[in-house]
C-alpha cells in the first residue's frame, strides 16, 4: 500500500516538484489482516523496488 505525495515548491528563478512515496506497513500480523497493510520487510522490499525504477528511469 503506497501513497504519493507531491510538492511544489517555488524558488527564485526555478519550481522544484517533490514525489515523495509512503509505503505503509504494520508489524502486528491481526492488525495486518484488517487494515489491508503488509509486513516490515515487503515494506522494504517494496521502497527498494522504488527506488531502483527512481533511478532507472
Known amino acids: 500500500m503506497a501513497k504519493k505525495v507531491v510538492r511544489v ?3 527564485e ?3 522544484e516538484v ?3 512515496t509512503y509505503v505503509y506497513f ?3 500480523p ?3 489482516s484488517i487494515n489491508g497493510r503488509v509486513s516490515r520487510d515487503e515494506a522494504v522490499a517494496e ?3 522504488i527506488a531502483r ?3 532507472d528511469g
Open 9 to 11: 515548491i517555488p524558488h
Open 13 to 15: 528563478e526555478s519550481i
Open 18 to 20: 517533490r514525489v515523495s
Open 26 to 28: 504494520d508489524d502486528n
Open 30 to 32: 491481526g492488525r495486518r
Open 47 to 49: 521502497a527498494k523496488r
Open 53 to 55: 525504477e527512481a533511478r
